[in-house]
């Protein structure tokens, strides 16, 4: 079966952000993320200890949940993904803000990994609708529900729905969101509409490198800009 558009994206960076988190370096986290990255920081120290300064917190407790949160991950690599789902959602239901956050996101990940695009949706779905959590983050979960449903056979409308909210230049997602609104023109055979939003991310000085890459790879294959 082929991987799943979601997994890749959550892949590393949430994994990262755990690694670098569980040893304070902050200004590795800083230098290649930005904001982003440190309000995910904040909001884990704060979830976990209070607001009690960066150092202060239960630096245990932290480091009991860092360790079963990659226990779950290594269990998922592995191949044991129900296993790991039983993992992460004891983590859920146990866990500080931050990582009942990384763990909602994991299992939403899992299930779009395992082929269960309706639980996948359900499950960023929930995470979209968690007033708990920052708005950051439930606009991410919107992101990947749509990366999702592009995988599988959701109408162009149940799509848009998620990704036309993140589609303003406030929104720190919107390149993302520009990105599926193209494979959404294209998949509706607006073709034109499709390579135009194509050119303008890959001219976009602002949209991560991934994203300018794919979108002048998208636009080459139809025949470049008219």
Request: glycine share 10%; net charge negative; proline share 2%.
């Amino acid at each position: 079966m082929e991987r799943p558009l979601a997994e890749p994206i959550e892949d590393g960076i949430f994994r990262e952000i755990d690694e670098e988190l569980r040893q304070e370096n902050f200004a590795k986290l800083w230098k290649k993320y930005g904001n982003v990255v440190i309000a995910a920081a904040v909001v884990l120290v704060v979830a976990v200890g209070g607001y009690q300064g960066w150092r202060t917190y239960d630096l245990n407790d932290r480091a009991a949940q860092g360790e079963r949160y990659a226990a779950a991950l290594q269990m998922a690599q592995g191949g044991s993904i129900d296993l790991a789902l039983e993992e992460l959602n004891v983590l859920h239901g146990e866990g500080s803000a931050g990582y009942r956050m990384l763990s909602a996101f994991q299992n939403a990940s899992l299930q779009s990994r395992k082929g269960n695009a309706a639980d996948a949706t359900a499950a960023y779905g929930r995470i979209a609708d968690d007033s708990g959590f920052d708005i950051l983050y439930r606009d991410l979960a919107r992101l990947m529900a749509a990366t999702v449903l592009i995988n599988s056979q959701a109408t162009s409308t149940e799509i848009l729905d998620r990704i036309k909210p993140l589609d303003n230049d406030s929104n720190p997602w919107r390149h993302g969101a520009r990105e599926l609104l193209a494979v959404v023109a294209l998949r509706g055979g607006d073709k034109a509409k499709s390579r135009d939003i194509f050119k303008t991310l890959s001219e976009d000085a602002t949209a991560p490198q991934g994203i300018r890459q794919r979108a002048g790879e998208m636009l080459a294959a139809l025949g470049g800009a008219q």
